[in-house]
């Protein structure tokens, strides 16, 4: 028989569905000749360190260095401590007899870097030696489905992959195991103090802000208005030189005539590209900013709609799809006729040519962008619905006309230089879609300008002086936490480590959310408002670790180069070994600065 595993028991039961196998065992599903069964997301872990004769918290134990690391059951909390998890271990027992007799077993995991880890860590714990086909998909539509079980791949086409996972794996292993010891153990306290390979230089991110923020002084500085009249319009016009004292702005307000005299002018139209599809981590954004949802809400909600057939694969890092994934849109956009807040725009891209800014065979990585299927959705909830809407409006965002804007720019003279300037969209293209406004327009800009010519004086109605003050960066919401968190190599000098930090960042879209929630419940940090702000724990561990590797972008940036070069092909033994190497250095380090630690600790 042939054995399909699925990564949990929702997908197992909906690929079996499509197979028309009806027979429900325990554990499993059968019929048609074949057998789908099912994890339970990562049953299997690499083993604690007590599994290794590393007993207790010692500093004699540290740096605990596996000479080869053992798979473990996944443990769940008792009154007795940490215990295998008993559904895990009956699982596993129902999957090793299915593989046992299976003349062939096929792969459903989700098809990604913790997919494939969450397969082999099960096939190699089993000791099962039987080869295997790998299932890679998209989309869970019955069509998709039916698609890749013709096209199944060879298991070995996925070896490096599974290297990657696994010496990621291996790596927060090292990392995180021995540097929570470490300074745990040095800072005297009786409860943990966690550091990670991603969750500490994202701690260290929200602290440096909060504390940039906290110290910031404001500067005060001046400005000067004047309001001209062109045929009973008034617009307003603000000195092209800010003042450091209110004396020097004063004086500028005293040379102002009557009259303002037009210098320049500059009116040009300017096309804006729509915003290229979602991917994960920029869906999380979009979720937060307008309907104020966790990263890991909407990852949850997005979930549920790949599995009901809504959506495509969520966890992609991709905002590109291919020419052959592109020859479908205009089908999906056909569907999205009925919709009760995109129809019209749906309407008028029927037939229309696209824009194809989002199409990119190249770009595209294990998945494409996230787009619907052109399944309707019947009956959602509310926040399903919202983020449904949000991945179906972009769309048609992507795929819409250019937004066409004409700019204008006025310098004006009077006594010295004011500039004027205002934004009016003639054409709304993408921006038709959610009738957004233009987010780019400044304080300074007039909603709408005159017409003026170039050489008119103009009468002046009213003169100004403005008092303002410097502000200091917004501390981190969700939405630029993620944004920050994938765009962290931005101020990285090398550039290879910057190329890789470019599309992964800090962690990857479908770990993001897992690191956020990561830090609150460590009560490293905190939900105020919509502002994520560390706690006084937090800042703490953020002022021993700060100046450390531990706490940079780069150390990121240069693993997540390495994964990837793992992926193609590079050795897996020289990364092992460049993190063991890693892990004896920061061990010692936080040994000897973690006895600095002064704050409270939450247990």
Same mark, same amino acid.
């Given at each position: 028989?042939?054995?399909?595993i699925?990564?949990?028991?929702?997908?197992?039961?909906?690929?079996?569905?499509?197979?028309?196998?009806?027979?429900?065992k325990?554990?499993?599903?059968?019929?048609?000749? +074949?057998?789908?069964?099912?994890?339970?997301?990562?049953l299997?872990?690499?083993?604690?360190?007590?599994?290794?004769?590393?007993?207790?918290?010692?500093?004699?134990?540290l740096?605990?260095?596996?000479?080869?690391?053992?798979?473990?059951?996944?443990?769940?909390?008792?009154?007795?401590?940490?215990?295998?998890?008993p559904g895990?271990k009956k699982?596993?027992?129902i999957?090793k007899?299915?593989f046992?007799?299976a003349?062939?077993i096929?792969?459903?995991?989700?098809?990604?870097r913790?997919?494939?880890?969450?397969?082999r860590?099960?096939y190699?714990?089993?000791?099962?030696?039987?080869p295997?086909?790998?299932?890679w998909?998209?989309?869970?539509?019955?069509e998709?489905?039916?698609?890749?079980f013709?096209?199944?791949?060879?298991?070995? &086409?996925?070896? @490096?992959?599974?290297?990657s996972? *696994? $010496?990621?794996s291996?790596?927060d292993?090292?990392?995180?195991?021995?540097?929570?010891?470490?300074?745990?153990l040095a /800072?005297?306290?009786?409860?943990v103090?966690?550091?990670?390979?991603?969750? @500490?230089?994202t701690?260290?991110?929200i602290?440096?802000r909060?504390?940039?923020?906290?110290n910031?002084?404001?500067?005060? +500085?001046?400005?000067?208005?004047?309001?001209p009249?062109?045929?009973g319009?008034?617009f307003?016009?603000?000195?092209?030189?800010?003042?450091?004292? $209110?004396?020097?702005?004063?004086a500028?307000?005293?040379q102002v005539?009557?009259?303002?005299h037009?210098?320049?002018?500059?009116?040009?139209?300017?096309?804006?590209?729509?915003?290229?599809? *979602?991917?994960?981590?920029?869906?999380?954004?979009?979720?937060?900013k307008?309907?104020?949802?966790?990263?890991?809400q909407?990852?949850?909600?997005?979930?549920?709609? +790949?599995?009901?057939?809504?959506?495509?694969?969520?966890?992609?890092?991709?905002?590109?799809?291919? &020419? &052959?994934?592109?020859?479908g849109?205009p089908?999906?956009i056909?569907?999205?006729? +009925?919709?009760?807040?995109?129809g019209k725009?749906?309407?008028?891209?029927t037939?229309?040519k696209?824009?194809?800014?989002?199409?990119n065979?190249?770009?595209?990585?294990?998945?494409?962008?996230?787009?619907?299927?052109?399944?309707?959705?019947? *009956?959602? /909830?509310?926040?399903h619905?919202a983020?449904?809407d949000?991945?179906a409006?972009?769309?048609?965002?992507?795929f819409?006309q250019? $937004?066409?804007?004409?700019?204008?720019?006025?310098?004006?003279l009077?006594? /010295?230089?004011?500039?004027?300037?205002?934004?009016?969209?003639? @054409?709304?293209?993408w921006?038709?879609?959610?009738?957004d406004? &233009?987010e780019?327009?400044?304080?300074? #800009?007039?909603?709408?300008l005159?017409?003026?010519?170039?050489?008119?004086?103009?009468?002046?109605? #009213?003169?100004?002086?403005?008092e303002?003050?410097?502000?200091?960066?917004a501390l981190?919401?969700e939405?630029?936490l993620?944004?920050?968190?994938?765009t962290?190599?931005?101020?990285?000098?090398?550039?290879e480590?910057?190329?890789?930090?470019k599309d992964?960042?800090?962690?990857?879209?479908?770990?993001r959310?897992?690191?956020?929630?990561?830090?609150l @419940?460590?009560?490293?940090?905190l939900?105020?408002?919509?502002?994520?702000?560390?706690? #006084?724990?937090?800042l703490?561990?953020?002022?021993?670790?700060?100046?450390?590797?531990i706490?940079?972008? #780069?150390?990121t940036?240069?693993?997540?180069?390495?994964?990837?070069?793992?992926?193609?092909?590079?050795?897996?033994?020289?990364?092992?070994?460049?993190?063991?190497?890693?892990?004896?250095?920061?061990t010692?380090?936080?040994?000897?600065s973690?006895? /600095?630690?002064k704050?409270?600790?939450?247990?």
């Amino acid at each position: 028989m042939k054995v399909i595993i699925a990564e949990k028991p929702s997908v197992g039961r909906e690929i079996a569905k499509v197979f028309g196998a009806t027979t429900k065992k325990d554990g499993y599903m059968e019929g048609k000749g +074949y057998t789908f069964t099912w994890a339970f997301g990562h049953l299997l872990q690499l083993a604690a360190p007590q599994e290794y004769g590393y007993y207790g918290w010692s500093v004699q134990n540290l740096p605990m260095l596996p000479a080869k690391f053992k798979l473990a059951i996944r443990k769940v909390k008792t009154k007795d401590g940490l215990v295998d998890d008993p559904g895990v271990k009956k699982q596993l027992d129902i999957i090793k007899k299915l593989f046992d007799e299976a003349t062939e077993i096929i792969v459903a995991t989700d098809a990604g870097r913790e997919g494939e880890l969450i397969f082999r860590y099960i096939y190699y714990y089993l000791k099962c030696k039987k080869p295997f086909k790998r299932l890679w998909i998209s989309s869970q539509t019955d069509e998709a489905i039916k698609d890749g079980f013709r096209n199944l791949k060879p298991g070995s &086409d996925y070896d @490096t992959l599974f290297n990657s996972a *696994h $010496c990621r794996s291996q790596s927060d292993w090292l990392v995180g195991m021995n540097a929570t010891q470490a300074l745990s153990l040095a /800072s005297g306290t009786r409860g943990v103090l966690s550091l990670g390979r991603v969750q @500490t230089p994202t701690l260290a991110m929200i602290c440096a802000r909060y504390l940039e923020n906290k110290n910031f002084v404001p500067q005060l +500085y001046y400005q000067v208005a004047i309001h001209p009249d062109k045929d009973g319009q008034v617009f307003k016009a603000i000195s092209e030189k800010n003042f450091k004292t $209110c004396e020097e702005a004063q004086a500028i307000l005293d040379q102002v005539t009557g009259e303002a005299h037009i210098q320049h002018l500059e009116a040009k139209p300017r096309k804006e590209p729509p915003p290229l599809l *979602h991917d994960l981590s920029s869906l999380q954004q979009e979720a937060n900013k307008r309907k104020g949802f966790t990263a890991d809400q909407t990852l949850g909600l997005l979930q549920n709609l +790949y599995e009901g057939k809504l959506v495509t694969y969520p966890r992609t890092g991709s905002r590109y799809i291919g &020419d &052959d994934v592109f020859a479908g849109v205009p089908d999906l956009i056909d569907k999205l006729n +009925y919709h009760p807040e995109f129809g019209k725009q749906a309407a008028a891209l029927t037939g229309a040519k696209l824009n194809k800014r989002s199409v990119n065979a190249k770009k595209v990585t294990d998945h494409h962008a996230i787009l619907p299927t052109g399944v309707v959705p019947q *009956h959602l /909830s509310a926040d399903h619905q919202a983020i449904y809407d949000l991945v179906a409006g972009r769309m048609l965002e992507a795929f819409h006309q250019d $937004c066409i804007k004409e700019v204008t720019r006025i310098t004006l003279l009077s006594g /010295s230089k004011f500039m004027a300037s205002g934004t009016v969209i003639q @054409t709304a293209g993408w921006r038709a879609v959610f009738n957004d406004k &233009d987010e780019e327009k400044k304080d300074e #800009e007039n909603a709408t300008l005159p017409k003026v010519t170039q050489g008119e004086d103009l009468l002046i109605t #009213e003169k100004v002086l403005l008092e303002k003050q410097t502000k200091p960066k917004a501390l981190f919401n969700e939405a630029s936490l993620l944004k920050a968190l994938e765009t962290a190599g931005k101020e990285i000098e090398d550039e290879e480590l910057r190329e890789a930090m470019k599309d992964s960042g800090l962690g990857t879209p479908a770990t993001r959310a897992a690191i956020i929630e990561t830090l609150l @419940t460590r009560k490293y940090i905190l939900r105020e408002k919509k502002n994520l702000v560390p706690t #006084e724990t937090g800042l703490a561990v953020y002022e021993i670790v700060r100046n450390q590797r531990i706490a940079q972008a #780069e150390l990121t940036g240069s693993w997540e180069k390495r994964l990837e070069e793992i992926r193609s092909g590079a050795s897996v033994a020289a990364f092992q070994e460049e993190i063991k190497t890693y892990t004896r250095a920061i061990t010692q380090e936080l040994l000897q600065s973690g006895k /600095s630690f002064k704050a409270p600790v939450n247990t």
